[in-house]
């Protein structure tokens, strides 16, 4: 890939993903600060990939909730990871096909997945506060159950945009970084919290249609650096050639939008070698990611195959927002990851 530098269209006004035959609107071509678009997608001879992905990163431990309805297979899970002692446990319910299976048209919607292997639901509560919950009887052999409440400050900007490969291929992804989060979850016997302040959430809210073969690297993280409250998204490969990208951080509850593409160095054999993520163009961005914890996952059925490396660890490095204030990053947690999809 040769990176680009362009410019992309800033939206400030609600908008439809699609027209009414559910190709894709013009006119929702761009990025926003704040979820502007409904995704109203209509299932025509292929199914829309739909998904709602939460992960949230405290001072020790990190846990996701996760709903996603991938056309083949709808997917309900929660996974957790403890940094220090490297300990993973999760839990997953599959639906063939997705049956039955309803995602909400925008962002801040509730949901709910009462799948027999685990029942996950996202509740929303008001204008800005969202409560995860997942049960199951059987996570890695012992009983879970979390309940966590997000909460979006007043005014927080985050990172919505609409990639554009063709009328009839798309996608419509809000980024979100720096949720606040709080609450509890319990593993067996061991209850784990969220304290208020030490923990924040990330959302991959996502609806399109996708090329039947994909690839992408998506990175992210949230936390305090330097006093203030950080959060990166940092994308790769499946926009290239769109002149659109998913590239930004947030700081302070502002948004940075970085218009070019960033140069992406791992080694795709052995994902717990070190990364480098930098913008080429504006040296807004350099960070190197060291790994810590690698969580492979693989999907597969008739037609479908998805297989995702999600490199857990440590960023050090820095970004430049739009204010001139070079911030720089030190032991700051997140994920890196690859993804490989014929769906």
């Not at 006119?27 to 829309?48: D, E, K, M, V, Y």
């Amino acid at each position: 890939m040769i990176p680009k530098q362009y410019v992309e269209p800033e939206l400030t006004s609600p908008v439809d993903l699609c027209n009414p035959d559910g190709t894709l609107n013009p006119a929702a071509i761009g990025w926003s600060r704040h979820p502007l678009h409904r995704c109203n997608l209509i299932w025509t001879t292929r199914r829309p990939k739909r998904w709602n992905y939460w992960c949230i990163t405290g001072d020790k431990f990190l846990l996701s909730i996760a709903l996603s309805d991938r056309g083949k297979v709808a997917v309900g899970s929660a996974y957790f990871f403890e940094y220090e002692t490297k300990r993973f446990a999760g839990q997953t319910g599959e639906t063939p096909n997705g049956e039955g299976v309803v995602m909400p048209e925008y962002v801040h919607a509730g949901l709910d997945y009462p799948h027999p292997d685990i029942h996950v639901s996202m509740e929303a509560v008001g204008d800005n506060t969202t409560i995860l919950r997942a049960k199951t009887d059987n996570f890695d052999g012992q009983p879970f159950e979390a309940e966590i409440t997000v909460v979006r400050p007043p005014g927080h900007e985050t990172l919505n945009v609409v990639i554009p490969w063709s009328s009839t291929e798309f996608q419509f992804t809000s980024k979100q970084e720096c949720l606040p989060a709080t609450g509890k979850f319990r593993i067996g016997s061991e209850t784990f919290e969220f304290a208020p302040g030490t923990a924040y959430a990330t959302l991959d809210y996502g609806r399109g249609f996708w090329p039947q073969r994909s690839s992408w690297n998506w990175a992210a993280a949230s936390g305090i650096q330097q006093g203030h409250v950080v959060g990166l998204n940092l994308g790769g490969k499946w926009t290239d050639g769109t002149g659109m990208n998913e590239n930004g951080f947030v700081v302070d509850g502002r948004l940075t939008k970085l218009s070019e593409d960033l140069i992406w160095e791992y080694n795709p054999e052995d994902f717990l070698q070190p990364w480098t993520i930098r913008s080429p163009f504006t040296d807004r961005l350099y960070v190197k990611f060291e790994p810590i914890f690698n969580r492979f996952n693989e999907t597969s059925a008739e037609n479908y195959h998805r297989v995702v490396n999600q490199a857990v660890g440590y960023f050090n490095g820095y970004i430049v927002p739009d204010n001139g204030e070079k911030i720089e990053l030190r032991d700051f947690f997140g994920w890196a990851e690859e993804l490989q999809a014929i769906w």
